[in-house]
RNA sequence: GGUCCCAUCGUCUAGUGGUUAGGACGCCGGCCUCUCACGCCGGUAACCCGGGUUCGAAUCCCGGUGGGAUCACCA
């Protein structure tokens, strides 16, 4: 058996958004699924659109969510000597033939059908005049006036299309360039790309490609056409409309493997399972469950996702990517053992890594800043007794556990009378500024000793000057 | 408008003739508990409509309705 060729071919006329970034991750998970080969292709033949800067964002926005290719980058601009080369070998063999119309005669003839309640076509007036290349033609393919051409989609299923709806579409425009479909079908023919995965906005392009391949006598691929995602308000996401660029993904916070374990799940399904590794999804992924119908984006649950990524990473898996966002913040994390630490603290109550940030900044700053409602209830001069304790005991450690930590605050209940919510809170205020936080014990042992008794004799004094 | 695609809880989906129609997100309760989370338990909520086929349809067929895609010398 053959071994699986797939390809992503995005047009580098902006960021790469989320549905872009599906397409590529379903053509990359079944060629390493199956251990064949992924290439990746830029198509920029539109001049006016393209842009240097698009096609960097492509390939930061891929690398970031780990889709690598095998081969490639090619890009279509430095392949115009192919493109005519099958061009010619098609006007060669009788399957299509130059045409001398111009662009106002073409429309004439689409308005003529037109008021004769008949589809607008190219009528095929030059089919048959044997022309020859000269300035301002173009070439045309000889599509069939009868019959069907069927589309065997993997995710559609058959979808017969009538020849007679086509008309002979251009294949080279007068300048010599080549027309998206040839470029692609020629590109798919000499790359070897035998199984197509892509959005289903191309499956009215396929009986065309396919007349090409036959024209071109090359073996048909395997397609399959999955559906648009769609944005919240149920219309379909676009760069222009409401799609988000994957990079904006992993600014608000988001894991590239939460990304692709959303994306994936928008549209294919393997049973009841919703979170997947990445090392799950290359096991797993195949074209039989595939989804047929259109999907809404939903940040909500991809949110959740992340979450669920977020506990299921080691601190070392985190680090990386929490520290530019500390560093947003004027936070310099520089001791990886301090961070690791704090980052454990957080990771079950962190829905994203910039929420994770932000929870994280207490640990770092010299002292909390202080919550005005918390202080003034919790930083009281009756809880001053209980601080002063907490501080003298914990200051006389010598071994900063859990477990002395455990005896000093059951010596302070016990003394005083008090549940453990009365003397945590307080101490959470002391701490961390404000009433909501990680546990007492996980926090005070990622923070050590003698900041912890800092930071509530800092309090103290804060009671005492009566400021709060 | 022509052509083509699609249709299960609000959302993502499982389901391939016989299920109390399952899971997840969200939402609502409860438990756990030092706060917030996490976790756990429970609840809310769906087969677009109408015809067939069948002993029996969410599942098959036809029609309708609704949504989407596409109709370029763009990709």
Redesign the pocket.
Same mark, same amino acid.
Request: proline share 5%.
């Given at each position: 058996m053959k071994p699986i060729v797939t390809r992503f071919p995005p047009?580098p006329t902006g960021f790469l958004h989320i549905g872009g970034a599906r397409t590529a991750l379903f053509n990359w998970l079944y060629a390493r699924k199956t251990a064949g080969k992924f290439i990746l292709r830029i198509?920029d033949?539109?001049a006016a659109?393209s842009t240097a800067d698009s096609v960097d964002a492509i390939f930061n926005a891929l690398q970031w969510l780990g889709i690598d290719w095998d081969e490639g980058p090619y890009f279509?601009t430095q392949r115009k000597d192919i493109y005519a080369r099958h061009i010619e070998k098609l006007v060669a063999s009788g399957h299509a033939y130059y045409c001398s119309c111009?662009?106002d005669e073409?429309n004439a003839m689409r308005e003529a059908a037109r008021a004769n309640g008949l589809?607008?076509m190219y009528n095929g007036r030059c089919r048959e005049r044997g022309l020859s290349k000269s300035d =301002?033609t173009?070439v045309r393919l000889k599509t069939p006036d009868t019959g069907v051409t069927v589309v065997e989609d993997m995710v559609?299923?058959d979808?017969?299309?009538?020849n007679a709806?086509m008309d002979d579409f251009?294949i080279q425009?007068?300048?010599g360039s080549a027309?998206? =479909?040839l470029a692609v079908v020629v590109d798919d023919i000499t790359m070897g790309i035998n199984t197509i995965i892509r959005g289903?906005?191309?499956?009215? =392009?396929t009986p065309k490609q396919i007349l090409i391949y036959k024209a071109l006598d090359a073996d048909l691929p395997v397609f399959g056409h999955v559906p648009?995602v769609?944005g919240q308000d #149920?219309?379909?996401l676009s760069k222009r409309h409401g799609a988000m660029s994957v990079e904006e993904y992993r600014k608000m916070g988001y894991l590239p493997d939460a990304v692709i374990n959303y994306l994936v799940?928008?549209?294919w399904?393997h /049973?009841?399972q919703?979170f997947f590794t990445r090392k799950d999804l290359i096991e797993k992924f195949d074209l039989a469950?595939l /989804?047929?119908?259109?999907?809404?984006f939903?940040m909500? #649950?991809m949110t959740?996702l992340n979450?669920?990524h977020i506990?299921a990473k080691s601190a070392q898996e985190l680090a990386p990517a929490l520290l530019p966002l500390l560093k947003d913040q004027g936070i310099a994390a520089e001791d990886d053992t301090f961070t690791h630490k704090v980052i454990e603290t957080l990771q079950?109550?962190s829905k994203t890594l910039v929420e994770m940030a932000a929870s994280a900044r207490f640990y770092y700053v010299d002292a909390p800043e202080l919550d005005e409602k918390a202080a003034a209830k919790f930083l009281t001069p009756d809880t001053a007794g209980i601080l002063t304790r907490a501080a003298d005991a914990i200051e006389s450690l010598t071994d900063f556990t859990q477990e002395n930590l455990e005896a000093v605050f059951k010596k302070i209940m016990a003394d005083c009378d008090l /549940?453990?919510?009365k003397i945590?809170?307080p101490l959470?205020v002391a701490i961390t500024g404000t009433?909501?936080?990680?546990?007492?014990?996980e926090m005070l042992l990622a923070l050590g000793k003698d900041k912890t008794v800092y930071r509530i004799r800092r309090a103290l004094s804060i009671i005492a000057s009566g400021s709060s």
């Open positions: 047009s198509e033949t539109d659109r279509q111009t662009p073409v589809k607008p =301002n173009v559609k299923g979808t017969a299309f009538q709806e251009i425009r007068s300048d027309m998206y =479909n289903d906005d191309h499956l009215i =392009n648009m769609l #149920k219309a379909r799940r928008l549209g399904s /049973g009841d919703e469950h /989804g047929r119908s259109a999907s809404m939903d909500q #649950k959740a979450a669920r506990q079950p109550r /549940g453990f919510g945590a809170q959470r009433t909501v936080s990680p546990g007492i014990f």
